[in-house]
Each structure stands twice: as structure tokens, then as C-alpha cells.
């Protein structure tokens, strides 16, 4: 069944590469259809290089999707963009915490290892490296996401260790909208653009606040059940998890000529799902897991001359993640008589930072230069062990563009990067190069190539538990293939990296959370095929596949809780001009599990999706509605058991996700 579908995408994706019959222009009248679909075929960004270019010219392998585009393929938030992406997963945990795994790569441990950034403000904390709170953002205030897959540290540094995901928001007008759903879901937003007449005020206020039950779905038995009758009166499993979330976030940004501001606030809750130690006990609607986001930046940009450019930010940040009555082990527990209202897990950690960054860019003919200097001030606090932290990073980046000869583009650059740290003696620095290149065979045929290290330092919390951690490495090799035309666009990507002293994770002892290790080696090598297609004016596909084999060479075993392959396809049907009919297909292949567990890979699953939009335009209003899992298939996440001190004691079904659910929502625009 996986050589199948395997062979299904690669003949999808391939099979419209060279038909030449479909680039050309019949006649005259279609110039105009031309020229709609090159403007959204040329995409812009500077994540990959801070110079704005072409996507497709770019070094690295660079996705831009836009708001009309994710609005009409039925997506909600950013997580439901991401997992559209080819390659990319998102992985849960047992107490509902959410990592983004890129090319295999991470969802095995706790830490996370993509930069998240909101209008070029990173937005992640050195407590974990996660930021799975922008995972809810909603596609209704988004002008579009930026994803570079792959090494991003020569530009952006630590933790941009395995991809670096940025949200741009709306800018251009502004819209209200609700939504409702399933499982008691309910949503709401509110954007306000304002602009000057003579262009030198921007103001852009936003506002989104949600509640979801989060799933339906009832678990097996739980790391518990099994060991007699006394304990199943004890344990809740089989039964239904706690999976309400909750949240709210606002941003504001102000521009007055070459100046800016730029404030954004996110809160949210989330309920004890599974348990720490897979032991099912819950109180339905009560959420002892609360984060809290705070950030401020201050930008201002000085233009010498159309060649020199200078942009001068500061910022600062508040992370803030603490747990009310969560349980280890609840009241009653058989195993602990000597605590009879339980264990609880104590833990209320927050950060703050203080950064200041300079970029100078220089243009000169078919020269670019690019040079940085960064600054970062972060304070760890651990209240529950009464432990802080202090971390300084001096940083500076260099970047060299240039034409050496027609359709070709080099690309030269490394950061530096020194840390003072209190307790991290294994990184005083650390230096993050790049090289890559460029080639345009013709308007229709892009060859790109691209060596890149990248790293990620420890974390403040997994350096509470261990002081003698090294900092992963990844080393990347990549070569794409783009064909373009104003129909057609594909892209095929290889890639091979070998990542040192990646960190693990394990427990040694039931009264202790767990402790981190480095492995040795891991090598990772994969494909991945994209395509977008417009077969005629009412119709389009989206598709893209991906296989990885990402493998640790200690073990000879695969990276835990991974899958080999993960395919995507869409379809897009407008019957008329203000409806648009989307179809959304996902494959997920077979999960690996940890060294130790002897349990049969967890299969794969296949998911369709499907939604509708009407865009009343006369009157501004939008209408969506959508089903996600039509089928009700039985998703299933991988059951780790590395984070528990009997191996044995796990949910032996795995984690069962949500089923069938229905959405709608709607939104007017002024």
C-alpha cells in the first residue's frame, strides 16, 4: 500500500512537467488570464536571504502561500497550512504540548527545533524553543506564511535549527468575522487598517479570541488499566480525554513615515489531555496548563541612498508557562497510599529578553551585500525549583549576493554567534555558514544547489536537569529543480543531512520528570515533489509529496514516532465566480516507534477534507463551511514511551485524534 501511493503522487507531480502544449498562450484573449496567473505564480519574501526577491530564485527551498489562497482551500489556523506542506508534521504530546516536525525531524522530544516569527519578530522562548501558541493563529488575519525548510541559522540563528516559519499580517483592509464548529467549537476576529492619506500613518489593530472541547475521541486503556481490577476504579480510561483549549491574542502595529511599532499579546489554556505519566484523570473544561506571550519591537529604518539601507530594532519579550493542580498521579492513586490527594506537578517558569539588532544593506549593480550585528538579553526564572538563569548572545551575520555571470546567482554568508552563559560551558561560539547558488536555464527552468549548517543550543529547561549538553548540529546538502510557466509550476527537492548531538530525552525514576542526553550521529535524506496546476480556468491542483529517512546511527533504527512518507493533494473547483469548491486529501504513512517499545509500527491513515466558499462581493460578506475527516477515519498519534519510568505503562492503543467535524464561519470585509 506505501509503494502505492508512492508511485500515485510521483505520477501526479511528474506527469505535467514537460507537456510544453500546456505553456502556451492560445490567443490574444488569454494575455489577460496570463497575467493573473503570473502574479501569483512570482511570490516575493526576504526570509530567505532579509533581500526581498523572487521565492523561486531564492536560495533554500522557500513556500509562500497567500491569504486568498489559504481561504479558499478551507484552511483555519496555521497549523492546518503547515500540515499542507510537503513534509512538514505536526506532532502532540501526552500533555498536549504541539512541535512542528520538518523532514522527519523532531516530534520525539519536548524541545522544539523550528524558529516561529510574526512580521519578523521571532517568537520563541529559550525555555523549550517552542511557540506552538502561533499554531492557532487564524488564516483570517494573515496576508500570507513564509516556510523555508531547511537549515535557517546563517540568517536567523539558534533554534532555526531544522526550518523557520514567518507570518505576514493583513495590512490592507479591514474585516470582522465569527466562527462556529464541532465540539462546541467557536471563534472570533477583528482587523482595523487605517492609512493616511498622504501614506505616512499605519495603523493596523487585530484581535482574536477561540474555544474548542478539542476532540471526541475515547482512549483505550491507559498506562494503568491492565494491572488489576483495584486500579481500573482509579483510572478514568477507557474514556475521554481533557483536550479544551482556549485563547486569546491581539497585535497592534503603528507606522509614522519610517518608524514602527509593534506590540502582540497571546494567552492561552489548555487541559491535561492524556496525563504526564499516561494515566487518564481529568476534569472536563478545566485547564491547568496556561501560557502567556508577550512582546514589543521598535523599528526604525534609515534609507542613505536607493543603494545603502539602515534598520535599527529593539524589543522586548515575556514568556510566562506555569500548571495549576496538574497531576502526576491523582488522588487515590493504588500505587501511592502515602498520598492521598495525589502528586502534583509543580511548575511555573517565565523569561524575559531584551534584544537589539542593526542590519546595513549595500546594492551595487548585480551585488548585495548584507551586515548584521544582534544583541540578546534572556533571564530564565524556574520558580518551582528556585533556579534562574542568564544568557547573552553576540551575534553577527554577513551575507554576500552576486551575479557572476547571466542566470546565475551566488549566494555567500555565515553568522557568528558568542554566548555568555551561566550554566553552558559547551557553547562559548558557534559559526553557521552558507553557500549556495542559483542557476536560471532558461525563464521555465530554475537549478538551485545549497550547503548550510545550522545549530541549536540547549534550552535554560533542559539545562535545569543537566549542565554537560552539547549543541546540535545539522549539516544540510540540497539541489532543487523548479519548472515554471504560466500554468504550471513544480519543484523537486533533494536533500541529505548529518545531525550531531541531537538531544534525547528519557526518565530514570518514577519520582523524577527526566533528564537529557546527547545522541552521536543521525543522518537524514529525503525528496520531496510539488505541484500546482491550472488545468483550465474553473480548476486547479495543489499536490506534493515527501519521503525521508531520517536514521540514527547509534541504534540503526529510525528516528522514533517519524513517518517515511507524507503526501498532499488539492483540488480546487470554481463553478462560478464567487464559489469556490475545495478538496483536500492527506496521507500520513506508518510511524516508527522508540528503541525498547516492541509494538508494531502505528499504520498509516488517509484523511479527506472538504469545505466551501462564497464570496458575496456586492455586499463584502464571506461565507465558509467546511467538513474535516469526512470518511471518520481513525487518526491515531503514536504513543511515546520514552517520557514514562516503566516502559511498559503506556496508552497501548496510542492517542486516538478527533473524528468527523463540521465548521462554518463568516466574515465582512470594509
Known amino acids: 500500500m506505501k509503494f502505492f501511493n508512492i508511485i500515485i503522487f510521483i505520477c501526479i507531480i511528474t506527469s505535467n512537467v514537460w507537456a510544453n502544449n500546456l505553456d502556451i498562450i492560445a490567443s490574444p484573449e488569454d494575455f489577460a488570464e496570463h497575467e493573473k496567473l503570473m502574479r501569483i505564480i512570482n511570490k516575493y519574501s526576504d526570509l530567505a536571504t532579509k533581500t526581498r526577491m523572487n521565492s523561486d530564485f531564492v536560495p533554500g527551498i522557500l513556500s509562500v502561500m497567500t491569504y ?100 505576514i499580517t493583513r495590512k490592507e483592509q479591514s474585516m ?63 474514556g475521554s480525554t481533557n483536550e479544551t483549549l482556549m485563547g486569546k491574542s491581539a497585535l497592534i502595529s503603528f507606522e509614522h513615515h519610517d518608524t514602527s511599532f509593534t506590540g502582540h499579546m497571546a494567552h492561552i489554556y489548555r487541559g491535561d489531555y492524556m496525563g504526564y505519566y499516561h494515566y487518564l484523570y481529568n476534569l472536563r473544561d478545566y485547564t491547568p496548563h496556561k501560557l502567556r506571550q508577550h512582546a514589543l519591537q521598535l523599528t526604525h529604518k534609515i534609507c542613505f541612498n536607493p543603494q545603502l539601507n539602515l534598520i535599527i530594532k529593539g524589543g522586548s519579550q515575556k514568556y510566562k508557562y506555569f500548571l495549576e493542580d496538574y497531576y502526576l498521579y491523582p488522588p487515590g492513586h493504588p500505587d501511592f497510599p502515602n498520598f492521598p490527594d495525589g502528586i502534583e506537578l509543580v511548575l511555573e517558569s517565565a523569561e524575559r529578553k531584551h534584544y537589539a539588532n542593526l542590519d546595513v544593506s549595500y546594492h551595487f549593480e548585480d551585488h548585495r551585500l548584507l551586515f548584521s550585528l544582534e544583541y540578546s538579553s534572556i533571564k530564565s526564572l524556574f520558580k518551582s525549583y528556585g533556579t534562574e538563569m542568564y544568557r547573552h548572545v553576540y551575534s553577527v551575520v554577513s551575507q554576500y549576493e552576486c551575479q557572476p555571470f547571466e542566470n546565475f546567482v551566488f549566494t555567500l554568508g555565515a553568522r557568528y554567534d558568542n554566548y555568555e552563559d551561566d550554566n553552558y560551558d559547551d557553547i562559548d561560539n558557534n559559526i553557521s555558514p552558507r553557500i549556495s547558488g542559483v542557476y536560471h536555464l532558461s525563464p521555465k527552468n530554475i537549478f538551485k544547489f545549497q550547503y548550510q549548517e545550522s545549530f541549536r543550543p540547549a534550552t535554560t529547561a533542559e539545562l535545569t536537569y543537566i549542565t554537560d549538553i552539547k549543541p546540535p548540529t545539522i549539516n544540510t546538502y540540497e539541489f532543487s529543480y523548479t519548472y515554471k510557466s504560466p500554468y504550471t509550476r513544480s519543484r523537486i527537492n533533494l536533500y541529505h543531512s548529518i545531525l550531531k548531538n541531537v538531544i534525547d530525552t528519557t526518565v530514570t525514576s518514577p519520582f523524577e520528570l527526566f533528564i537529557y542526553f546527547n545522541t552521536k550521529k543521525i543522518r537524514s535524506n529525503g525528496i520531496e515533489m510539488e505541484l500546482e496546476h491550472q488545468l483550465f480556468e474553473q480548476l486547479k491542483i495543489n499536490t506534493n509529496a515527501a519521503y525521508m529517512y531520517t536514521k540514527n546511527l547509534d541504534t540503526n533504527k529510525s528516528m522514533p514516532l517519524q513517518t517515511h512518507f507524507i503526501g498532499n493533494a488539492g483540488i480546487i473547483y470554481s463553478p462560478i465566480p464567487i464559489v469556490n469548491i475545495s478538496t483536500r486529501y492527506r496521507y500520513l504513512g506508518n510511524r516508527t516507534r522508540e528503541v525498547g517499545d516492541n509494538r508494531n509500527k502505528l499504520a498509516g491513515y488517509h484523511n479527506l477534507d472538504m469545505s466551501m466558499r462564497i464570496h458575496a462581493t456586492k455586499i463584502s ?26 516502559k511498559d505503562r503506556t496508552y497501548s492503543g496510542d492517542f486516538p485524534r478527533k473524528g468527523r467535524t463540521m465548521w462554518f464561519d463568516i466574515s465582512y470585509e470594509f
Open 176 to 238: 470582522v468575522s465569527i466562527g462556529i464548529g464541532s465540539l462546541a467549537s467557536r471563534s472570533s476576529s477583528a482587523l482595523l487598517n487605517y492609512e493616511s492619506q498622504d501614506q505616512s500613518n499605519r495603523l493596523s489593530l487585530m484581535a482574536h479570541q477561540f474555544k474548542t472541547d478539542g476532540s471526541d475521541a475515547i482512549t483505550g486503556p491507559d498506562a494503568y488499566y491492565s494491572q488489576g481490577p483495584e486500579k481500573i476504579a482509579a483510572s478514568l480510561a477507557p
Open 621 to 646: 460578506t464571506k461565507i465558509r463551511l467546511g467538513i474535516d475527516n469526512v470518511l471518520n477515519e481513525d487518526i491515531r498519534v503514536p504513543t511515546p514511551v520514552a517520557f514514562i519510568y516503566y
Open 68 to 167: 486568498n489562497e489559504m481561504e479558499i482551500a478551507g484552511f483555519q489556523t496555521l497549523e492546518d497550512v503547515l500540515k499542507s506542506m510537503a513534509g512538514i508534521n505536526v506532532y502532540i504530546d501526552t500533555v498536549g504540548v504541539r512541535t512542528v516536525s520538518i523532514r522527519g525531524i523532531g516530534g520525539a522530544v519536548a524541545t522544539g527545533n523550528v524558529k516561529m516569527m510574526l512580521n519578523n519578530i521571532p517568537l520563541i522562548d529559550s525555555l523549550a524553543s517552542l511557540s506552538d501558541v502561533l499554531l492557532d493563529f487564524p488564516i483570517a488575519l494573515m496576508d500570507r506564511i513564509e516556510v523555508v525548510r531547511g537549515p535557517g541559522s546563517a540568517i536567523y540563528g539558534e533554534y532555526a535549527y531544522t526550518g523557520v516559519i514567518n507570518i
